[in-house]
């Protein structure tokens, strides 16, 4: 069974930028498709980024195109989030997920897609 931790949240100013990593068990995690996903109190857990087993292709929601870049690291079994440019409203829970795919360059933009999941990291953008 494939665990998932994420870490890098934390308090920053509006502008500022952290990195979130999402370190994965297991030999198989160059097998799995990954995205991030995010919650805010009274909504659904809505996607974030999403990038294919092969890293190949990649997906932005519209509010963080521009500002927010997906990367992964097979050797390193992790995937990133690096956050540029943090708004308010990007204030949320962040969650890893992951499923395995067995298609190299798709990717995959909603929760129900996805059957592992990490605990969730705290990101609070103040302004």
């Known amino acids: 069974q494939v665990r998932l931790v994420e870490s890098g949240g934390g308090l920053v100013q509006a502008g500022g930028s952290l990195r979130l990593s999402c370190a994965a068990s297991?030999?198989?995690?160059?097998?799995?498709?990954m995205g991030w996903f995010r919650r805010t109190p009274g909504k659904e857990r809505d996607v974030v980024a999403a990038?294919?087993?092969?890293?190949?292709?990649?997906y932005y929601a519209d509010s963080v195109k521009g500002r927010f870049t997906i990367a992964g690291d097979n050797a390193e079994s992790a995937v990133y989030l690096q956050m540029n440019g943090l708004k308010p409203e990007d204030t949320a829970v962040y969650y890893c997920?992951?499923?395995?795919?067995?298609?190299?360059?798709?990717?995959?933009?909603?929760?129900?897609?996805?059957?592992?999941w990490g605990q969730g990291t705290q990101v609070t953008v103040s302004s």
């Open positions: 297991g030999r198989t995690f160059s097998s799995y498709a």
């Open positions: 990038i294919s087993r092969t890293g190949d292709n990649t």
């Open positions: 997920a992951a499923r395995s795919s067995p298609f190299w360059s798709t990717f995959y933009v909603s929760s129900n897609d996805y059957n592992y």
